[in-house]
């Protein structure tokens, strides 16, 4: 239906566009983007399109003339009843019933390929998301982080991509060095050594399961680097705190529905060489030069700002502000060289787009990574990084504090324990990605109808009852009787909204998945189960037994068969964000 009234709007604007030698017709409408969607206020149509608009200055037309031809067109379209000019350009398009009543059949016919496309065929893309610094437990500042990435990854395979999840692991310098010289104070502790006042510095970790790897330790190694020289316990010490970190933020993970596909190690890149690999590149487009940043403005004290000449990449050549340090004029490499080398790993890999999933202090990446990335694959490949904003954690209403050096901080395994997977996922992707997540422990596990998962859980345990009893009357449910019986007789307001929302489903994922916004998923799962409640608390067929007529089998088949319709979707888009409908409310 949605392609059916886009093939019409394309062929009216080719047809201008072919009456106009001088207008571009490479991509000219494939390449444009253009609203064909339900508009919000649902009195004014089925379905909007701004294609006059967007198209009436390339054609050389008044939006409203254009509108008007895209008016005539529609109209002689079987599927449409009427098509009508609003404000200036606008076209609003109303769909007949028909249309609409034959998606509950196709609806049950395409079972779980319901709300899948093709279109992207394989085409190979690789979404980075968590990416914790090994240092400490994976804590409810990453949760936000690990679902987004999830529910992007599954979004971005019902549209056709042939996805890798990915966690980056930044196994490398101060910051692991601080690891493991916590962990051997702890670990000289367990066997009686007295741990002096001010030992642990601001720049290491005092939490419980710093202890705990001491002791996983001293179980390997029992008291073998007691009173030794840093340099002999040092890179052991490095590498069994990593690995214990990354053992344990696999089975958190695990716990929240993720499976990694592949785990890239910071360290292992640099043995490899892919830092030189990265800037060799660069330099052959003479992207690599000696210089001086200039001083940033109001800041005293800049780690990439030195007064001696640096190893600089231009990026400002593609687009970005400044400038970035490569390696300083000590030799150290920048945090930005450990990203050349990591996405050069990517490109060379082969994807055809890359994504990045990070927190909201992490902005001034974009521009970077994007003219890095630009550089090295020759503009071949695509980059796209989404910034979250942090999820503030509340125990009734206080706001509860974190900070991983200390050890004060609620971990993501503790969240998942207390409120389970199911919620904690869907309360992670219940607002744009650009917005504050207020997450507070008491009210998410409440069972009432404010509650946005309960819900639509709410309204699929009530499908669930229905089917149940008409089971208990007429047998089993036949699917395949239902995909095509008579549904003729779906009529009622409350009943075509109902149809209307599945209808529209299809085109949700895939704008979810293109824009990479899964917020429009648990969005229109909740349109969805409003207007199921209203027709279940209004709707004509609001009788003694609701949707079941022990008198008329065939009209129950119809009113079943929008019910098993409505199932299927909302079961779709469970799968999506991970989570697991309930037949019953407990």
Not at 22 to 28: D, F, L, M, R
Not at 518 to 537: E, G, M, T
Request: charged share 25%.
């Amino acid at each position: 239906m949605f392609r059916a009234v886009r093939c019409c709007i394309e062929s009216v604007i080719r047809q201008y566009i072919d009456d106009r030698p001088q207008v571009e017709t490479q991509g000219s409408f494939h390449d444009t983007p253009i609203a064909v969607e339900p508009p919000n206020d649902r009195g004014h149509g089925d379905l909007y399109t701004n294609a006059a608009m967007v198209f009436a200055k390339k054609v050389g037309k008044d939006p409203r003339e254009l509108a008007s031809s895209l008016c005539d067109a529609l109209t002689k379209m079987p599927e449409v009843t009427s098509a009508s000019i609003a404000g200036p350009g606008f076209v609003n398009i109303k769909i007949s019933d028909e249309v609409w009543r034959r998606k509950i059949g196709e609806i049950i016919c395409l079972r779980n390929e319901y709300g899948r496309t093709t279109i992207y065929d394989g085409l190979p893309v690789n979404v980075e998301f968590v990416s914790a610094n090994p240092t400490g437990p994976l804590h409810t500042g990453h949760a936000r982080n690990a679902v987004l990435g999830s529910v992007i990854s599954n979004l971005l395979e019902r549209i056709g991509y042939d996805v890798t999840r990915e966690f980056y692991i930044n196994d490398q310098g101060g910051q692991i060095k601080s690891l493991a010289r916590s962990v051997y104070l702890r670990y000289q502790e367990k066997f009686g050594v007295e741990i002096p006042d001010g030992a642990f510095t601001a720049d290491m970790y005092c939490g419980e399961y710093i202890k705990h790897i001491a002791d996983a330790l001293a179980m390997v190694h029992h008291d073998k680097f007691l009173d030794k020289d840093e340099t002999e316990w040092m890179d052991i010490f490095c590498r069994f705190s990593i690995d214990s970190m990354m053992e344990n933020a696999k089975e958190d993970l695990a716990l929240i529905g993720i499976t990694m596909d592949k785990y890239t190690s910071e360290a292992e890149l640099c043995r490899k060489g892919m830092i030189d690999q990265a800037i060799s590149i660069l330099k052959k487009r003479g992207d690599v030069c000696d210089g001086i940043l200039p001083r940033p403005k109001g800041i005293a004290d800049d780690d990439e700002w030195e007064e001696h000449p640096q190893m600089l990449f231009n990026s400002t050549k593609y687009g970005d502000d400044v400038d970035r340090v490569i390696q300083k004029s000590d030799g150290a490499w920048t945090y930005f060289a450990g990203d050349l080398a990591y996405h050069l790993d990517k490109i060379k890999r082969g994807y055809s787009k890359l994504i990045a999933i990070l927190g909201a202090d992490h902005g001034g990446y974009l521009k970077r990574l994007s003219a890095a990335v630009n550089a090295m694959s020759d503009g071949d490949v695509g980059f796209e990084i989404r910034l979250y904003q942090l999820v503030n954690f509340l125990e009734g209403g206080v706001p509860v504090k974190m900070s991983k050096r200390s050890g004060n901080f609620i971990t993501l395994k503790e969240v998942v324990e207390r409120v389970g997977k199911d919620i904690t996922r869907y309360m992670m992707i219940s607002r744009h990605h650009d917005v504050m997540i207020d997450f507070d422990f008491a009210k998410v596990v409440e069972c009432t109808m404010d509650n946005p998962l309960f819900y639509v859980q709410y309204s699929y345990a009530r499908i669930c009852s229905v089917i149940r009893h008409y089971e208990s009357i007429f047998g089993k449910v036949d699917e395949s009787e239902l995909a095509t019986c008579d549904v003729s007789c779906i009529g009622d307001e409350l009943e075509m909204n109902l149809v209307k929302a599945l209808a529209y489903w299809p085109e949700q994922v895939k704008a979810a998945a293109i824009s990479l916004e899964p917020h429009r998923i648990p969005k229109h799962l909740s349109d969805v189960a409003y207007n199921f409640h209203a027709l279940w608390n209004g709707g004509k067929v609001n009788s003694e037994l609701r949707f079941i007529n022990r008198e008329d089998k065939e009209e129950t088949m119809a009113r079943l068969a929008l019910l098993l319709a409505t199932k299927i979707v909302i079961e779709d888009g469970f799968d999506i964000i991970g989570i697991t409908p309930m037949s019953e409310m407990r």
